[in-house]
């Protein structure tokens, strides 16, 4: 309870009406000080929800003017309480280990329902991830039971133990339904001091703890929803919510008698004393009706039974069963026949569903006879409930410069407040990149994007985290998480290391060819795109490579038929020689990484007869003796060779040409001699100046021409 007699200012905005109070705590009870009822003068709730801000503030500020004129005090704080149609309630239970030699506080005990709750919040955000707009605001809790060292106790407070527990029900209302009436409260300078739901509020004044001992339900009718608390065991064990209420009734009288709004709410209102008389009242096209109140009613029975089975048929919900008694309050609690009907739903007597008054209400003292009611029974309990959890608020935080109220439960963290200004949990961490994907030569790669980085947060210009824990007025900077860039790759991205080669002594880099979507690419620069199928060709065949490297012009071998020992032969006479890492290679050879290429061109491109012999009549070479001339090799054959071209004798230097016809012969030969090896090698037969004798030594001794030759002679000759 509030100390030092300060003054409790109580707001119940409801759908009909809004009720204004300010109570003090006297030492025989809750003095009320003044209180101001004043309806709304168009639509500007509907089922609890504010629908029309600067309407529902215009009243709000009469009401806060006439209490401040009448006090001759400036209201700056206030406490409410709201209802809605999504409310939701969680059950969590939380634990604490307890200082064996002390006694438990109030204020420990607090701090466990406190950090209960915010589990309760943590539990539903978790379950509501998937829909991050749907932000729920706790708008109060009920403890259902205590414990202390695993045994239920009744009360904490001065106990000593080990560890303490707790279970509670916390209800909670989309921001939606939250953030109007603060906006409402801002617009006309209020500070929140307390917020609850109207059922705890309403359960605060009528049941007090004993009576919770029983199981009853509490049902607070007013004009656009029926809220529902269920009490068992001593605590309250549940919420809920019926979305309809005293304006289906209206609505209901409005239809059948054809009347507007306005006229069939003043029809209701006198249906509860006037059953058995007869009432007057006109109809929106003139006509004048006098009808006896219970037949009015028996005109709208099936939507006052409609609303006693919704009532009923929550209760049983979340009872599991029947209770051992209703209590109804609200404006809408005085509908003709709906205690019994709802009686009758439960399949309770009678007597078991009653309508409780304001006046009933305990420790209440200078309440007005005119608000005996039960409409105003919840704005006593948002009085109470407030003077009972002064600490439950709001604290003023600023996320980028923007005022944010954050529901006090404890120790409140960076994450609590960006997701109260609207930030999502998408904007705290940053998506990877896309990737792409390509085909290449039929094989699938794939380039991811890269990591998004996460949010820059920052409380009174200090770096901080989403745990850090915020004090009143914190200032929250926040620059929000920035995805990954998408995936990219070149074309230079897909190739294989070069392969290098040497031809002539000069390294050079096989080449390949590479086709995109079925188009060459020649650079391999370019930029490549999510889907795109590559194709690489390595370009090693070396006579395609050799006209790349302009190292060979293939037009230039000659290709031409002849009739050689009276069979077709087609020639292909290539103008230079291949040797590949010491081997004989032709143009249709491939190259590999390392080969070593000696490219060798001929003297004016001769075609000659030796070389066709070489190459397609490929004598035995067994049969050739090898000799050293002045230390070269030089190769001699042992075959005598009887060479036709077009039928005349020719020599193995003689050129060929399309369709010669050659005919070539071995017969065997005489051992070779001396002379011989003259036109295999490279020497003058004319003696030098100043020079006139040939010397010739063969294995170290004077030689003729004549000499015969073997394998493995030594010959010199020189000029003296």
């Known amino acids: 309870m509030m100390a030092n007699n300060k003054e409790t200012f109580a ?26 009822n004043k309806e709304h003068i168009n639509r500007a709730m509907l089922d609890g929800q504010i629908h029309n801000i600067p309407e529902v503030s215009k009243l709000v500020n009469e009401i806060k003017k006439e209490l401040e004129s009448k006090t001759g005090k400036r209201l700056k704080k206030v406490a409410v309480a709201a209802a ?4 939701v309630t969680v059950k969590a239970s939380e634990t604490i280990i307890l200082n064996n030699n002390e006694p438990i506080k ?7 329902e406190l950090k209960c709750a915010q589990k309760a919040q943590g539990m539903l955000m978790k379950e509501k991830q998937n829909n991050q707009n749907n932000h729920y605001y706790c708008v109060g809790y009920s403890v259902t039971k205590y414990y202390l ?30 953030e109007s009436i603060q906006e409402v409260l801002k617009d006309n300078k209020l500070q929140l001091a307390n917020i609850t739901l109207e059922p705890i509020a309403a359960i605060s004044a009528i049941l007090p703890d004993s009576m919770r001992k029983l199981n009853l339900a509490l049902v607070d009718i007013g004009a656009g929803t029926s809220d529902i608390a269920i009490s068992s065991q001593g605590s309250v064990i549940g919420y809920g919510m019926v979305p309809i209420a005293g304006d289906e009734i209206t609505e209901a009288l409005c239809e059948k008698y054809i009347l507007d709004f306005s006229e069939g709410e003043k029809l209701k209102r006198k249906l509860y004393c006037n059953l058995d008389n007869y009432i007057e009242f006109c109809d929106i096209l003139g006509f004048e009706h006098s009808e006896k109140g219970l037949d009015i009613v028996d005109n709208i029975s099936d939507e006052i039974k409609m609303l006693a089975e919704k009532i009923a048929s929550e209760i049983l919900s979340i009872n599991g069963g029947p209770p051992q008694a209703v209590i109804l309050i609200g404006g ?74 954050l529901l006090n439960l404890g120790e409140n963290s960076v994450f609590d407040a960006l997701l109260a200004a609207g930030v999502t949990v998408g904007q705290m961490y940053g998506k990877p990149g896309r990737g792409i994907t390509v085909e290449v030569n039929g094989k699938v790669k794939t380039f991811p994007g890269t990591l998004g980085q996460k949010a820059k947060i920052t409380v009174n210009n200090r770096e901080a985290g989403l745990d850090t824990v915020l004090k009143p007025r914190d200032k929250i900077t926040y620059t929000p998480a920035q995805d990954g860039q998408p995936g990219k790759a070149k074309v230079k991205d897909i190739l294989s290391p070069v392969s290098w080669v040497t031809i002539n002594g000069e390294k050079k880099e096989i080449p390949v060819e590479i086709t995109v979507n079925g188009k060459v690419c020649n650079d391999i620069g370019a930029q490549l795109y999510d889907g ?79 070389l066709i012999i070489e190459k397609y009549l490929k004598p035995d070479k067994n049969l050739d003796i090898k000799v050293m001339v002045n230390d070269d090799t030089v190769n001699l054959s042992t075959m005598n060779l009887e060479l036709f071209i077009n039928g005349k004798p020719g020599r193995i230097d003689d050129l060929v040409k399309e369709n010669d016809v050659l005919e070539i012969n071995y017969r065997e030969k005489k051992q070779p001699i001396l002379v011989d090896i003259f036109p295999k090698i490279n020497f003058s037969t004319n003696p030098p100046p100043g020079h006139s004798n040939l010397k010739i030594t063969l294995n170290n001794q004077p030689a003729e021409f004549t000499s015969p030759l073997k394998d493995g002679d030594i010959i010199k000759l020189l000029w003296i």
Request: hydrophobic share 40%; net charge neutral.
């Open 532 to 610: 795109d199928k590559i194709f690489i060709r390595e370009i090693n065949q070396l006579g395609e490579v050799l006209e790349l490297w302009k190292k060979a012009d293939l037009t230039k071998i000659v290709n031409f038929v002849l009739i050689i020992n009276g069979k077709k032969q087609k020639v292909t006479y290539c103008p230079f020689e291949i040797i590949q890492n010491g081997n004989p290679a032709t143009i249709y050879d491939r190259l590999k990484a390392g080969d070593n290429i000696d490219l060798i061109w001929k003297e004016n491109n001769p075609c000659t007869v030796e």
């Open 106 to 112: 109030k204020e420990d005990v607090l701090n466990l």
């Open 11 to 36: 707001l119940d905005i409801g759908t009909r009406s809004i009720v204004g109070l300010l109570a003090e705590e006297g030492e025989n009870g809750v003095v009320i000080k003044e209180i101001i």
């Open 332 to 405: 809408g609690s005085l509908t003709p026949l709906l205690p019994e009907y709802i009686a009758e739903k439960l399949n309770l007597p009678k007597q078991r569903v009653a309508v409780q008054r304001a006046s009933s209400v305990k420790d209440i003292i200078n309440l007005p006879p005119d608000f005996h009611g039960p409409e105003i029974v919840t704005p006593l309990g948002i009085a109470l409930t407030a003077m009972k959890n002064s600490n439950l608020g709001f604290i003023p935080v600023k996320v980028n410069e923007r005022e944010v109220n």
């Open 84 to 87: 809605g149609r999504t409310l």
């Open 149 to 178: 060292d695993g045994s239920t106790i009744g009360s904490l407070i001065s106990q000593k133990g080990s560890k303490a527990g707790l279970d509670i029900v916390a209800a909670f209302l989309p921001k939606v339904v939250m």
